[in-house]
């Protein structure tokens, strides 16, 4: 491909999706904790394959090989350095596709992370196209889900504007976090179909004319900038010692309601599926926690309060490994906001 | 730890008792002692955690607290879930070797001759069992909630600055220091210093080794996590301390097969896939310790009645002798 292969490829995506035969193309929004030519020695490793040819820019032709059923998912890969966009075109079933790309990044754990984020930053993704002149977001569905249950599919009226308070009221009412949000967007004469999600994961459908060119640079630049600022945010949190004293840095977590003994023993359990996990206080509801990323050897303490949650990284706390624990307190706690830093 | 043995077959359950009891009850004093200690430096009075004091008579005392009010108060933190009068009336024998002159020496001047007034902290729930008993010292209670809530529960101490703070209740957050530091001077459970370098030998792991079956962790490395787990009052002295401490917690995790020790190379390796499912590690590692402590006490009967059986034997043998 040479020079111009990402013009190139995106030029190939606007063509195919603006046609009838348009299937949908998977997307994953995921940072990386190595560099690109170690990819397939660290997914061999993992029991996984990845196949990997550099067609130049930050470019390359990319073949996932799942773990159990050797299932084969062919697409790109494009190295922003910070962040990686994977795309993933379907072949047969759309939900299939999808399915082996979660599974091989959730075996691909903490080589490649998931560019988690709350609802919150998702609606502001959605708030800034908007916000664009001369266009028309037209909301199809929104996903929501409670952490041990299925999702809930709310179908929004067609005619129906935008509303960023009425999905808030929603998750409010129903405590479920904001998962997924279904829409078209209209501008420049031309239009995309999406699906984007809280965990880094979208689906794009179809459209008109550089359909996949405008989303690329309305919506996926623009989550990719919020996942970055998310990741500075979560950098450098270890605990330091100097001149023999520890310094730590607090991240605190206001979870918009009154936590009480059950929720920290829902809290408890729920980590405990993901974390190596020691109660050292069981929620009485002071909870303290002593969590450890066996993915990438993180450690944590978590102190639970009525009002607040404060998470306090030991001496390794990687950011990818922060994100991932905040996203798994925000698929109990929906609402829950970062408060501040100390 | 050891379960004092008695005639009885060594019951599961006691021994469970009374290590969960330790184990909740360091976890506590780390927890009461440091959050107490902010608490009074933002009061503006200063405190020392296990500060060593020498008796006027020579003996060497490291009370849990030293408040240096107008008055010095020793605070001292007894845990205890027994209702048993000889247990309770053991903790109050402890408490009374501190009814004494000390020598203070705060590093500036020389030491001077000071008589505190003793405090005991025991949880809220545990002081109504010290109600009644003789010569009880002046007991705060602490229940730990939200907020550290701490009642003068007997008797009340002197010092107005320091009694002032309670309006019935002091009550104090919790504070950032139990998530900086792990350890006290005073000895924590074996699962507890488990379970701390279990944890902190996964943030030693090698950067770029995530998929290996095991990784590797060099023991110094492990020493120096350990060392800064310690709060910055304790000397370096109390380094060799700490190696026994840390040699106990991998001897304990090798045991139920979590590690492997090369001691002689010092080197650790770590099994990824051990203990992977399980919900709360230090619940798991008291059982684990449970056992073991058991199994000693079980062995240890059996070689008491063994011990009996023969002393009596030949006590027969000789009787029936001297019939013939």
């Not at chain 2, 607290?65 to 001292?76: F, Q």
């Not at chain 2, 701390?196 to 023991?219: D, G, N, R």
Request: proline content about 4%; glycine content about 4%.
């Amino acid at each position: 491909m040479g020079v111009g292969a990402l013009a190139q490829v995106y030029f190939d995506l606007d063509r195919f999706h603006s046609s009838c035969e348009a299937r949908p193309l998977h997307i994953f929004s995921v940072f990386p904790k190595i560099v690109i030519d170690d990819l397939s020695r660290f997914a061999h490793e993992a029991g996984v394959d990845a196949i990997l040819e550099n067609k130049g820019e930050r470019i390359h032709e990319f073949e996932i090989v799942s773990a159990r059923k050797r299932q084969h998912e062919y697409g790109y890969l494009i190295d922003h350095a910070k962040i990686w966009n994977i795309l993933i075109r379907t072949v047969e079933s759309p939900t299939v596709a999808g399915n082996v790309v979660e599974r091989w990044l959730e075996r691909m754990y903490p080589v490649v992370c998931r560019s988690y984020m709350s609802s919150n930053d998702l609606l502001t993704v959605i708030d800034d196209l908007s916000k664009i002149k001369d266009s028309k977001l037209e909301m199809r569905s929104y996903v929501l889900r409670a952490h041990d249950s299925h999702e809930t599919v709310k179908k929004w009226k067609s005619d129906k504007p935008y509303s960023r308070d009425e999905i808030e009221r929603s998750v409010k009412r129903e405590g479920q976090l904001l998962e997924a949000v279904n829409f078209l967007f209209h501008v420049e004469h031309t239009f995309f179909h999406t699906r984007i999600q809280t965990d880094g994961h979208f689906v794009f459908y179809k459209g008109g004319q550089y359909c996949f060119s405008n989303f690329q640079r309305l919506v996926l630049s623009k989550f990719n900038e919020i996942a970055l600022t998310n990741h500075k945010f979560f950098s450098n949190r270890e605990r330091r010692v100097v001149d023999g004293k520890a310094e730590v840095s607090r991240i605190i977590l206001d979870p918009a309601r009154n936590l009480g003994k059950t929720d920290f023993e829902r809290l408890s359990s729920h980590l405990s599926t993901k974390y190596s996990t020691a109660i050292l206080h069981g929620g009485n509801p002071w909870l303290l926690l002593n969590l450890m990323d066996r993915g990438d050897g993180s450690s944590y303490d978590l102190h639970g309060y009525p009002s607040e949650i404060q998470v306090i990284p030991f001496n390794r706390g990687s950011p990818e490994s922060l994100m991932r624990l905040i996203y798994a307190i925000y698929e109990l706690f929906p609402l829950t906001e970062i408060k501040e830093d100390t | 730890m050891k379960i004092t043995l008695s005639l009885k077959y060594p019951d599961l359950e006691s021994v469970r008792r009374i290590i969960k009891s330790e184990v909740h009850a360091y976890i506590d004093a780390i927890t009461v002692l440091s959050s107490l200690q902010d608490y009074l430096r933002n009061v503006g009075i200063d405190s020392h955690i296990e500060k060593r004091l020498m008796k006027k008579n020579g003996e060497p005392k490291k009370p849990d607290l030293l408040i240096l009010s107008g008055n010095y108060i020793i605070v001292d933190h007894k845990y205890t879930e027994s209702e048993n009068e000889k247990t309770l009336i053991s903790i109050l024998e402890k408490m009374r070797e501190y009814d004494s002159a000390f020598m203070f020496n705060n590093g500036k001047t020389s030491s001077k001759e000071i008589n505190p007034e003793v405090v005991m902290l025991t949880p809220e729930r545990s002081v109504r069992h010290f109600r009644g008993l003789l010569d009880c010292p002046i007991t705060w209670g602490y229940s730990l909630d939200s907020e550290i809530a701490i009642k003068q529960m007997i008797g009340a101490v002197k010092d107005s600055r320091v009694s002032s703070l309670f309006s019935p209740d002091l009550t104090c957050t919790v504070a950032e220091e139990i998530s900086k530091y792990k350890f006290f001077i005073s000895h924590p459970p074996l699962s507890y210093t488990s379970c701390e370098i279990y944890h902190a030998l996964w943030t030693l792991s090698p950067s770029y080794q995530f998929f290996a079956p095991e990784f590797e962790v060099k023991y110094d490395d492990i020493l120096d996590v350990f060392n800064t787990s310690f709060p910055p009052w304790i000397c370096h002295e109390a380094r060799q301390l700490n190696i026994t401490r840390l040699n106990d917690a991998l001897d304990f995790l090798q045991k139920i097969g979590w590690i492997k020790w090369f001691k002689a190379e010092k080197l650790v390796i770590v099994y990824r896939k051990k203990g992977r499912l399980i919900a709360d590690l230090l619940s798991y590692l008291i059982d684990c310790h449970v056992k073991i402590e058991h199994e000693k006490a079980v062995i240890r009967f059996e070689k008491e009645i063994k011990k009996q059986e023969q002393l009596q034997k030949p006590v027969a043998q000789k009787k029936l002798a001297d019939f013939a």
